[in-house]
């Protein structure tokens, strides 16, 4: 034999080998898979015994007690989806069981008890039950219980600390519990002061929930994907609407009223909800990121003044257009983020004087806007802040500097709207990098402003005031720009409106 035969020979014995090694691997594999499955099957399915209820469904019992003869119950926990035990539509749980001539109290139902068994159309859980565990009855339609099993914050979904997709208490004793896929309307008691997390999450068929004074707390998700909704009030009491409260809730006519509460709005509260109109009240604080983000069927929105912090993208993404006009407060500096990023249909929005800063995409795509004031005190205008707002014809910068601005922060605007600007700061703008592209910038030096001839009534400011001269016997009113009216007192920085008698003729004036 040659040594190249010898190689192959010995070659093949060692592939042999390899394959009966390989062989025997797998066997065990298999054994071990087959064991593992065995013990994770037995562990699923064991119990003590099994009872047979008086409607003839079957049960698996767990003695928790032994000394008091008390046992959890539950049906089989093969799978989500695979049960060998089928029950009535309707399952009557036993207040006791016998086995072995012993009479055994229920006093708890197992963890997922009952959990994917589709056939159940309602649970009735005896008094006994002190307690009921994690995911016991999720995706069971209804669950009638009136216990005393006790849980977190009215409406939360838990029960003894554990999550529970499909429960909430129906009563302030958290006595009274329910679950249902299609409850239609809640009335939540008065003593309540929280919702809890995801009480009512994925509660399609709810259209109505009345909510009471001295709520204090509506949880994360706790109306989510609640998209039957017709509208909601939300208490003055509310100190806070926690993160994705209403996600994808409400249907599209629904009207959200904040009665004046004095409540901050969590991240994504309201994101791609439905609802066609929201009242802010006049005491809301605080608008946390992303909070109406996607909101593709709201028309407009007015801020209250109270608010003192909006978030980055807290409007976006309204891309259906339906968002024609929003009212902002004084008092904001900053114009975050994708504020407004693809609100389509915008055709209004006031940028009040306190605004120093607005931050990349702020604007984007804000295609219907047409005329934009920019405040005197802006100091900074951030990338593609007004990408593709092609439709702005007259845009006014009452700042005396051009504010810093960035190559793109203009990119598809028109490059032929008209750029007004304050007295003997056309220059300014025509030399600033980014703003001299646009070629129409005007000077405003403020002579016939709306028709108020110089020679007739002077008005210029002294200090912290306004003077008016040449107006004796007509009524002064003087409105900041967002229309409210102010004291012709202690004027902080800014610019005023003012109007003199019926004439309806009004001159901008910027404090310094």
């Known amino acids: 034999m040659s040594d190249s035969t010898r190689f192959w020979g010995i070659y093949i014995v060692r592939k042999h080998n390899i394959i009966k090694t390989m062989k025997r691997t797998k066997t065990l594999l298999a054994l071990l898979a087959v064991l593992t499955m065995t013990t ?40 989500y989806n695979t049960h060998y035990i089928q029950y009535n539509a309707d399952l009557v749980l036993p207040d006791s069981v016998e086995h072995e001539g012993v009479r055994y109290a229920v006093t708890e139902v197992s963890e997922e008890a009952f959990q994917s068994h589709l056939e159940i159309e309602t649970i009735t859980v005896p008094d006994g039950i002190t307690i009921i565990g994690n995911k016991a009855f999720s995706l069971v339609p209804n669950v009638i219980y009136h216990g005393i099993a ?30 249902s896929r299609h409850i239609t309307s809640a009335v939540v008691p008065v003593t309540v002061r929280v919702i809890g997390t995801r009480a009512f999450y994925y509660k399609s068929s709810l259209t109505s929930v009345t909510l009471p004074e001295g709520l204090d707390t509506i949880g994360n998700q706790a109306f989510g994907v609640c998209d039957g909704l017709e509208g909601i009030t939300i208490p003055s009491t509310v100190k806070h609407i926690g993160k994705s409260a209403f996600y994808s809730a409400f249907r599209p006519t629904a009207t959200v009223t ?54 980055r993208m807290a409007f976006c993404y309204n891309y259906s257009g339906s968002i024609k006009k929003i009212r902002l407060p004084e008092g904001i ?9 693809g609100c389509t249909g915008l055709e209004e929005v006031n940028i009040p004087s306190s605004v120093v800063y607005i931050d990349t995409a702020a604007f984007h795509e804000c295609w219907e806007l047409t005329k934009l004031t920019l405040p005197a005190g802006l100091t900074h205008i951030g990338e593609a802040a007004f990408f593709q707002c092609r439709n702005i014809d007259t845009l006014v910068s009452l700042a005396p500097e051009p504010p810093v601005a960035f190559a793109n922060t203009f990119t598809q605007m028109n490059s032929n709207l008209t750029l007004i600007v304050p007295c003997h700061s056309d220059s300014l703008y025509a030399a600033a990098p980014y703003w001299s592209q646009f070629h129409n910038i005007q000077a405003d030096c403020g002579a016939g402003i709306d028709g108020i001839e110089e020679d007739a009534i002077n008005i210029y ?16 009113r003087i409105y900041d720009i967002t229309g409210r009216s102010v004291r012709n007192e202690a004027l902080p920085t800014g610019v005023y409106i003012v109007k003199v008698g019926d004439r309806p003729a009004r001159k901008i004036v910027v404090m310094k």
Not at 259 to 277: P, V, W
Not at 289 to 309: K, R
Not at 461 to 475: K, P, Q
Request: hydrophobic share 35%; net charge negative.
């Open 461 to 476: 400011t002294l200090g912290d005031r306004i003077v008016v001269e040449g107006a004796e016997g007509e009524s002064v």
């Open 333 to 341: 500096d900053t114009i975050r983020y994708q504020t407004f990023f």
């Open 150 to 179: 006790t849980g977190s914050p009215w409406g939360a979904n838990t029960v003894n600390g554990y999550e529970e997709d499909s429960l909430f208490y129906s009563d302030n004793s958290k006595t009274h519990l329910t679950a």
């Open 258 to 311: 904040i009665d004046d509460a004095a409540a901050t709005i969590g991240n994504g509260a309201f994101y791609y909800s439905n609802m066609k109109k929201i009242e802010l009240g006049n005491r809301v604080t605080f608008i946390d990121n992303g909070a109406f983000n996607s909101c593709t069927h709201l028309d407009s929105i007015i801020v209250p003044n109270s608010v003192q912090y909006i978030g």
């Open 40 to 79: 994770a099957a037995k562990a699923q399915s064991s119990y003590d015994f099994q009872a047979v209820t008086p409607q003839g469904d079957t049960l698996l019992c767990t003695i928790v007690d032994s000394a008091a003869h008390h046992v959890s119950v539950r049906g089989d926990a093969w799978s």
